[in-house]
T-cell receptor, first 109, second 114 residues
Framework: GENVEQHPSTLSVQEGDSAVIKCTYS??????FPWYKQELGKRPQLIID?????GEKKDQRIAVTLNKTAKHFSLHITETQPEDSAVYFC????????FGAGTRLTVKP | SQTIHQWPATLVQPVGSPLSLECTVE??????LYWYRQAAGRGLQLLFY??????ISSEVPQNLSASRPQDRQFILSSKKLLLSDSGFYLC?????????????FGNGTRLTVT
C-alpha cells in the first residue's frame, strides 16, 4: 500500500519567516495530494491540495509543489504568523488516503 | 451543504468493555466513509473505509470492527477494549466515485481506556 513520509517532525520559525514541509510517497498511481492543518484537540482541516496533473498551486501565503517523477511534494508557507502554529499533515490518495506522520510548526512572535 | 456528525465527543471506558462510536453524514448520497485513529501526538492511522453499504475494508487487524448499516451511517465497534485503543478517533467522508477529492472530518471522539 501507499507509504507517506513527512519531514521535519517539528519546525520552529520566527514570525515573518518562511516554513517548508516535505513529503514523499511510494505509490506512483497516487493522484491527489492534500495538506491538512490540525490545531490542538480539533479535527484536521484542509488548507490546500494538488492533483497529479499540476506541478504547483498557490493560495495567498500557502503554496504546494509536486514532483511526480521524484514522488515528492512540499508545502510552503510564507510570511508566517503565530496563528499558523499547528500540526500539518500531508497525504496521498489513490483509492484511500494515507497520511504522513505530521509536522508540528511553531511560529515565534 | 454536507455535514458530518460524530459522537460522543469524549468517552472514558474500562479495559474489556465494549465500544460503539457513531458517525453520520448529511447532504450527500453514498459517500466514501472512513475511520482514522490518532494516538497522542501522532499521525492519522487509517482503520477502515467504506465505498458503500456493507462494503468495509480493514487496514489494520486488531480488535476493532466497522459496520455501515445505512448509506450515511458508519459505526466503529469493539467487543473488548484494550489500553492501546486509547486515542482520538476521527470519522471522515469524501465524494463518492472520486479518488482525488478531500476528506471532510468530523469533530472526533477522544477515547480513554482505563
Amino acid at each position: 500500500g501507499e507509504n507517506v513520509e513527512q519531514h521535519p517532525s517539528t519546525l520552529s520559525v520566527q514570525e515573518g519567516d518562511s516554513a517548508v514541509i516535505k513529503c514523499t510517497y511510494s505509490d506512483s498511481a497516487s493522484n491527489y495530494f492534500p495538506w491538512y492543518k490540525q490545531e490542538l484537540g480539533k479535527r484536521p482541516q484542509l488548507i490546500i491540495d494538488i492533483r497529479s496533473n499540476v506541478g504547483e498551486k498557490k493560495d495567498q501565503r500557502i503554496a504546494v509543489t509536486l514532483n511526480k517523477t521524484a514522488k515528492h511534494f512540499s508545502l510552503h508557507i510564507t510570511e508566517t504568523q503565530p496563528e499558523d502554529s499547528a500540526v500539518y499533515f500531508c497525504a496521498a490518495s489513490k483509492n484511500d488516503m494515507r497520511f504522513g506522520a505530521g509536522t508540528r510548526l511553531t511560529v515565534k512572535p | 451543504s454536507q455535514t458530518i456528525h460524530q459522537w460522543p465527543a469524549t468517552l472514558v471506558q474500562p479495559v474489556g468493555s465494549p465500544l460503539s462510536l457513531e458517525c453520520t453524514v448529511e447532504g450527500t448520497s453514498n459517500p466514501n466513509l472512513y475511520w482514522y485513529r490518532q494516538a497522542a501526538g501522532r499521525g492519522l492511522q487509517l482503520l477502515f473505509y467504506s465505498v458503500g453499504i456493507g462494503q468495509i475494508s480493514s487496514e489494520v487487524p486488531q480488535n476493532l470492527s466497522a459496520s455501515r448499516p445505512q448509506d450515511r451511517q458508519f459505526i466503529l465497534s469493539s467487543k473488548k477494549l484494550l489500553l492501546s485503543d486509547s486515542g482520538f478517533y476521527l470519522c471522515a467522508w469524501s465524494v463518492p466515485g472520486q479518488t482525488n477529492s478531500p476528506l471532510h472530518f468530523g469533530n472526533g471522539t477522544r477515547l480513554t481506556v482505563t
